[in-house]
C-alpha cells in the first residue's frame, strides 16, 4: 500500500511538532525543512486543525502547535484521517471477483498493516529520532531563535535523511 502525499505531509507536520513541544512553528519552516510546497501544506495544516490535531496561534508570533499530548495521537487513526481509499486493486469490474480469492487476502493484509499503525502513537514515532529533529531546526533559526525568513540570513536546511 502507498500512502499518499497528504497522508505523508500530514505524518511529516505532526512528527515536526511533536519534536519541538517547547515552541510554535510556521508552515514556511516546516515547509522548507521537508522541501513541500508551502500552499500544499497550508492546505494540510488547515486540514489538521479541524479535525484537532494542531492549534494555531495567530499574529507576528505566533504558528502552529500539537492541540493534544503526542502519546494521545494514534498514527493509525491520522492515516484513516489523511488517506484517500483504501482499495489495493479494483474488484469491481472484474469477471472473476466473487469467485476470487485475493480481494481477501488483501482485505486480510490491509487489516493487518492498520493494525500495526494503530499500534503506535505519535510519540511513538519521534522518541528516538526527537533529539535529530529538533537539531534539524536549528539550521532554520535566525541568530535570535526566531525561524529565518526574508529578512533573515540564508541558512542550510535540514538532511533529507531526517525527514525518513
Same mark, same amino acid.
Given at each position: 500500500m502507498k500512502l499518499t502525499r497528504y497522508t505523508d505531509y500530514a505524518l511529516r507536520v505532526l512528527m515536526?511538532?511533536?519534536?519541538? =513541544?517547547?515552541?510554535?512553528?510556521?508552515? @514556511?519552516?516546516?515547509?522548507r525543512t521537508y522541501?513541500? #510546497?508551502?500552499?500544499? +501544506?497550508?492546505? $494540510?495544516v488547515h486540514d489538521l486543525g479541524k479535525t484537532g490535531y494542531v492549534s494555531a496561534v495567530r499574529g507576528r508570533n505566533g %504558528?502552529?502547535?500539537?492541540?493534544? =499530548?503526542?502519546? *494521545?495521537?494514534? $498514527?493509525?487513526? $491520522? $492515516?484513516?484521517?489523511?488517506q484517500e481509499g483504501f482499495d489495493l486493486v479494483d474488484c469491481g469490474s472484474c469477471g472473476i471477483a466473487p469467485a476470487c480469492g485475493l480481494t481477501g487476502v488483501l482485505g486480510k493484509a490491509l487489516a493487518a498493516f492498520m493494525a500495526t499503525l494503530d499500534a503506535f502513537t505519535?510519540?511513538?514515532l519521534v522518541a528516538e529520532r526527537s533529539e535529530a529533529l529538533r537539531s534539524s531546526s +536549528?539550521? +532554520?533559526? #535566525? *541568530?535570535? %531563535?526566531?525561524?529565518?525568513?526574508? @529578512?533573515? =540570513?540564508?541558512? =542550510?536546511?535540514?538532511?533529507?535523511?531526517l525527514c525518513g
Open positions: 515536526h511538532l511533536a519534536a519541538r =513541544p517547547e515552541r510554535l512553528c510556521s508552515i @514556511g519552516e516546516i515547509a522541501a513541500i #510546497s508551502h500552499n500544499h +501544506l497550508m492546505k $494540510v %504558528g502552529i502547535r500539537l492541540a493534544r =499530548p503526542p502519546e *494521545e495521537i494514534n $498514527v493509525g487513526a $491520522v $492515516v484513516r484521517h489523511t505519535l510519540a511513538d +536549528l539550521a +532554520l533559526l #535566525s *541568530e535570535d %531563535g526566531r525561524p529565518a525568513g526574508a @529578512g533573515g =540570513p540564508r541558512l =542550510p536546511l535540514a538532511s533529507p535523511e
